[in-house]
């Protein structure tokens, strides 16, 4: 028998101290990163939600020429909320160089002889059917005629726009593949070169080729060849630099949150089916910020409008691939490359 001096055999030894510090840290990481995930998925249910709720002409710029008390009268109609930006020209020809430069979406030019209604479908088809639908109403009021004069149309293979509403997942895709495939086979700080140099080479090659499909194959692209190929290519060297810089600093997480936010926020921003001025006005101008919207301004500009209007999207997308460099620069001076590297489920 035991003396109630004798020590208890199997004390209780309580919470080991030692194991407490990681237990609390890991979850504050699994709360971060649940907390993460559900911020992410509500952005990206408003990237697809909202534009469709709210969507509809948000200060689209159209122009009017004619007698002054029609274009006075149209004015007055269209001023109530935000929906149209109207501009009064003098001449229907001074109407028609603005569409062509792109200063405003379509317009109407009332005449004697009747309305003569200017869209640039290529531009904006849902403003080009409600330009159209303005001017029947317009010419059902003056007793008169509409005439439809489209300056920068589909081509004659492709009238609805059917390619160039297709070629935005292409251009997202041909961004995140390369990245992650060549991040797959040269992994490692030593890779980020090659990597670099890969995905440059790759959207020159991609380009080409989705811009002769899109313009040869199935019609759906008119304009200059060679620009439009090197334009698709920038806006894709835009995007996969980029994930090639955030998979050099942060690894496979780096590559997984960029094409996420390029797929499910700059897909649906893009306004490449309907035209930027279809989106509220928010986020339109988000959607141009971002490489797929972008491009997506860059390809039509190149396509349709002989060039006019791309410096800007341009320019975004070169800062864009400026900034996919400096990561990988950053990530080679850091090391970021070999933990990056460590993160990705790649084999050396």
């Known amino acids: 028998m035991s003396s109630l001096s004798d020590p208890d055999p199997d004390p209780d030894p309580g919470p080991d101290p030692g194991t407490s510090a990681p237990r609390r840290g890991t979850g504050r990481r699994l709360a971060a990163v649940v907390l993460g995930m559900t911020a992410l998925i509500t952005v990206m249910l408003c990237a697809f939600a909202l534009p469709g709720v709210n969507g509809g002409p948000h200060d689209v710029p159209i122009g009017v020429t004619g007698p002054e008390q029609i274009t006075r009268a149209v004015q007055q109609k269209l001023a109530a909320g935000d929906a149209w930006d109207i501009t009064v020209y003098d001449t229907p020809g001074a109407l028609r160089a603005a569409v062509r430069d792109r200063a405003v979406v379509g317009g109407l030019a009332a005449t004697d002889g009747g309305v003569d209604v200017y869209t640039a479908t290529a531009g904006g088809p849902m403003a080009a059917g409600a330009l159209t639908t303005m001017g029947d109403t317009l010419a059902a009021q003056q007793r008169v005629r509409a005439t439809v004069h489209d300056l920068a149309p589909f081509p004659e293979d492709d009238p609805r726009g059917a390619g160039l509403s297709s070629a935005a997942l292409p251009m997202i895709f041909g961004g995140i593949f390369p990245a992650v495939v060549l991040g797959r086979l040269f992994p490692g700080r030593g890779g980020l070169r090659v990597r670099l140099l890969g995905v440059l080479l ?3 090659v ?3 080729a989705v811009t002769a499909l899109l313009q040869y194959g199935t019609g759906s692209l008119n304009g200059d060849y060679p620009l439009t190929a090197l334009g698709l290519a920038l806006g894709m060297a835009a995007l996969s630099t980029t994930l090639v810089g955030l998979g050099a600093l942060l690894g496979f997480a780096g590559i997984g949150l960029g094409a996420a936010v390029m797929m499910f926020l700059g897909n649906p921003l893009s306004g490449l089916a309907t035209g930027p001025h279809w989106l509220p006005a928010g986020w339109a ?11 997506g301004d860059l390809l039509c500009a190149n396509a349709f409008f002989d060039g006019t209007g791309a410096g800007t999207p341009a320019l975004v997308l070169t800062a864009w691939v400026v900034l996919g460099t400096l990561l ?5 001076r850091t090391g970021g490359g070999r933990r990056g590297t460590a993160a990705t489920p790649a084999t050396a």
């Open 285 to 295: 101008a988000l959607g141009r910020l971002l490489p797929p919207g972008a491009s």
């Open 328 to 332: 990988v620069l950053v990530a080679g």
């Open 202 to 204: 790759f959207s020159l």
């Open 206 to 208: 991609a380009g080409a």
